[in-house]
């Protein structure tokens, strides 16, 4: 019996079989009831949790939570979403390449695949979503596949037709069958961030700063504001700093404070902190926002 064991163990160590699905990434910024289906079991989740290939991600009503993938691309699920994650590979071309793969079965997701060296596929019933260095908002519904493009470009393809969707633009009501680049518009709103400090010295950070930030919706031809309340989810590219909920009241605005924790300048990339804020849901006509503050090590 434990030569069998020997043996199945050696056999999967050098044909590259793994006896166990591979992590791809952990889940953070849980609000409500998000489950994960695994192995038969469905179990409720919170920040930190793990995710493997082949789980099946779910939010309830009103629940939210978001997908931090190791290469440090993210999903944020919104309520009633469920996410098939698929599996994950990397191969090597002219670089190392992370190859993932997922499944919106329904519900509304904002991805963030801000790597060059990544790629990711994303099937739904009505087509399949190829992204490639691009952060885009995409919900699967009965009325079909709707898909909208911050930044870089997505490439959507069903039975009938391949259209390259590319920043500013958003695309709606795709269905299995039919062309649908006609459909193709440009995005007329969105998200504006307005940081009270555009640099930061590392020098002079002894105590955690406090950073003011500003948020509005505009028309983005005409420059004037929107009108519209609603959530933000804001992200960055460095954990060390911390942001509040933010609401946008009636008029569209918003006024938070940061706290930006005593952090390494290696945390970061490329010198500088990178934040970015979407309105919550199935909004394909007001665009993510993107600010940039400096980081000075001298």
């Not at 999903?75 to 793969?101: N, Y």
């Not at 919106?104 to 963030?112: D, E, H, P, Q, S």
């Amino acid at each position: 019996m434990r030569f069998i064991i020997y043996l199945v163990l050696f056999i999967c160590l050098f044909s590259g079989i793994s006896l166990a699905n591979e992590t791809i990434g952990s889940i953070k910024d849980v609000s409500g009831k998000v489950g994960i289906f695994r192995n038969g079991t469905m179990q409720l989740v919170d920040t930190g949790h793990l995710v493997r290939e082949y789980d099946i991600i779910t939010t309830n009503e009103n629940a939210k939570a978001t997908l931090v993938i190791r290469d440090g691309s993210s999903i944020r699920l919104f309520p009633v979403t469920k996410l098939i994650i698929g599996k994950t590979e990397e191969k090597k071309l002219d670089q190392r390449i992370l190859l993932c793969r997922f499944e919106l079965a329904y519900g509304v997701i904002f991805g963030k695949f801000n790597r060059d060296n990544q790629r990711t596929q994303i099937e739904t019933s009505s087509a399949l979503v190829q992204i490639k260095e691009a952060e885009s908002l995409i919900a699967q519904k009965k009325d079909g596949l709707s898909v909208s493009v911050t930044s870089g470009e997505v490439i959507i393809t069903n039975e009938d037709e391949m259209l390259q969707l590319k920043a500013g633009e958003v695309t709606k009501g795709v269905k299995k069958k039919g062309v649908f680049s006609h459909k193709t518009k440009s995005i007329p709103y969105r998200v504006m961030i307005t940081p009270a400090k555009n640099e930061i010295k590392l020098n002079q950070i002894s105590q955690n700063p406090l950073i003011a930030i500003s948020f509005q919706l505009e028309n983005a031809f005409s420059k004037t504001n929107l009108h519209r309340a609603g959530d933000l989810y804001v992200s960055s590219n460095t954990k060390n700093i911390q942001f509040p909920k933010v609401q946008l009241n009636s008029r569209g605005y918003a006024r938070i404070v940061a706290v930006l924790k005593t952090y390494e300048l290696q945390d970061l990339e490329y010198d500088k902190i990178e934040m970015t804020a979407v309105i919550e849901g199935d909004y394909f006509d007001i665009g993510a926002g993107h600010t940039v503050i400096r980081v000075d090590s001298k």
